[in-house]
């Protein structure tokens, strides 16, 4: 097997690493402090295409194979964390339900758009009461002529208030349980559709989490997305991919905790030599490297099945559940390891790896818990 990367691939991790230096870290700190959406490189993003990089180029995207995408990711999420979310989301969970449940008039006027950066997505599956049961949904959408009323409250929904279409899973039949959701559309300024509270949280602060709240919304009925009944196999194809996103975040952002911590090491002098010639820190910097060199291989395993499958070759489940169960566990253990090496300073704000430990938590917790992950394996193993 040959584990090198293409021309092609080597020239996306510049182009995003090159841009991650330049605009994304100098304002990650800031974002980070005041909650604010980096509207100003969301743009940037567009700008580059990194807001459609899978989407084929009939359809305003940059036609890139999974494996650039999270190459693109990584980048990102060495020096943001909140950056590569947004940017997550929009490909893996937004563009992707386009690309691969949408008809030519769904694509023609959504994923163009969401593709090219001029719109930005969210996905609206999480309720109060459905967080790892997705199918106890309590929204409704039911059916009025031509059309569908819309009502129920979706929360912890990224992107949801800068959002200008949402993926929104909703009970067509109730009584059908999970073969009873449906996939709608929604287009931001659709009267009966508000934003709610946001969230603060503890860490990705720079990414908007928040309630979306839906009220006798109406929705043409053109915009389901996908068959009626069809939500849940809708959102859990599209939960594949996404998890192989947030493995690329977690890598990522375990990648940085690392550079930062080889940077720190070298130059922080105790007992007259820098602490990188101490045996304790040389082997926490060991295990460092070789967990993230494991998570990363996962994370390409997983990108590469998911282009395998996207050609015929099946699903892609378990390599995905396998990349974002051990690239979370380690970005969390490696940043914990980062503020170790750096003591008393790794708890102070002035430096990064104390943002890197407070984002490196989430990622064992959104689009389906380490345990929710766990069980997937499982399934696969057993079935």
Known sequence: MDLRLSEEHEMMRKVARDFARKEV????????????????????????????????????????????????????????ASTAVIMSVQNSLVCQGFEHFGDEAQKRGFLTRLASGQALGAFALTEPEAGCDAAAQRSTARRDGDSYILNGTKHFITSGAYADIVLVFAMTDPAAGSRGISAFIVEKGTPGFTVGREENKMGIRGSSTCELIFQDCRIPAANRLGGEGQGFRVALTLLDGGRIGIAAQAVGIAQGALEASLAYAQTRRQFGQPIANFQAIQWMLADMNTRIEAARLLTYQAALAKDAAKKGGGRYSREAAQAKLFASETAVWVADRAVQIHGGYGYMKEYAVERIYRDAKITELYEGTSEVQRMVIAGALLH
Do not use: H
């Open 25 to 80: 870290a100098p304002i990650a700190a800031e974002i980070d402090e005041q909650a604010r959406f980096p509207l100003e490189n969301v743009r940037k993003m567009g700008e580059l295409g990194f807001l459609g990089l899978t989407v084929s180029e009939e359809y305003g995207g940059a036609g890139a194979d999974t494996v650039a995408y999270v190459i693109a990711i990584e980048e990102i999420a060495k020096v943001c």
